[in-house]
């Protein structure tokens, strides 16, 4: 498993924010070791709830055993697979979310974005990691896919009317908005 989980500041704002926008359904994509699962549930109201998407079952397992450890795992459902079709599934089943964490792989952010918008209450908040990518989404001659995609990720959230939002510079940077009611 990579060693790319959350850095601890990530995972402590990610739990303030949870702790004040008081989300029933947090959808996170991208579980890996759990780490930031464990930091988003640990916020949520009793009736609250983690639906933690991720390609590999292998990390999903793994994650599922830290959240059991963490005694969160009544908390988390984990969804096995690629995050933009389980996303679809989920949007015609007719299921919403007010808390979306994504942390994944970087060159579908901006698919990401849409699918979650599609899924999102009003006044929902999505919240994506690693969004200065070392700062290099600010050098034009660094082109690679991801870097590219964070651009465009960073330009679709800050130009759609339907959010309202703001890059932190905190660690390799969070881009958060809120769905507009």
């Not at 609250?48 to 969160?72: F, H, I, P, Q, W």
């Not at 990691?129 to 995609?149: I, K, M, P, R, S």
Request: hydrophobic letters at 40%.
């Amino acid at each position: 498993m990579p060693a790319i989980s959350v850095k601890p500041e990530v995972g402590r704002f990610l739990s303030l924010l949870v702790s004040i926008a008081k989300p029933r359904n947090i959808m996170e994509i991208g579980a890996l070791g759990g780490y930031s699962g464990i930091m988003l549930a640990s916020a949520l109201d009793k009736e609250g709830s983690l639906t933690s998407l991720e390609l590999e079952e292998a990390y999903a397992n793994v994650a599922k055993d830290n959240l059991n450890r963490a005694g969160l795992g009544d908390k988390v459902k984990y969804v096995i697979g690629p995050a933009l079709q389980n996303m679809e599934s989920l949007h015609s089943a007719g299921q919403q979310y007010d808390f979306f964490f994504i942390d994944a792989d970087k060159v579908n952010y901006p698919n990401y974005f849409q699918a979650a918008l599609k899924l999102a209450t009003p006044g929902a908040v999505i919240v994506a990691d690693n969004t200065l990518q070392g700062d290099n989404v600010f050098d034009e001659n660094v082109t690679t896919n991801h870097v590219t995609a964070i651009r465009e990720y960073n330009e679709q959230v800050a130009t759609d009317e339907r959010v309202e939002a703001m890059l932190l510079p905190l660690c390799d940077g969070l881009t958060i908005c809120r769905v507009k009611p």
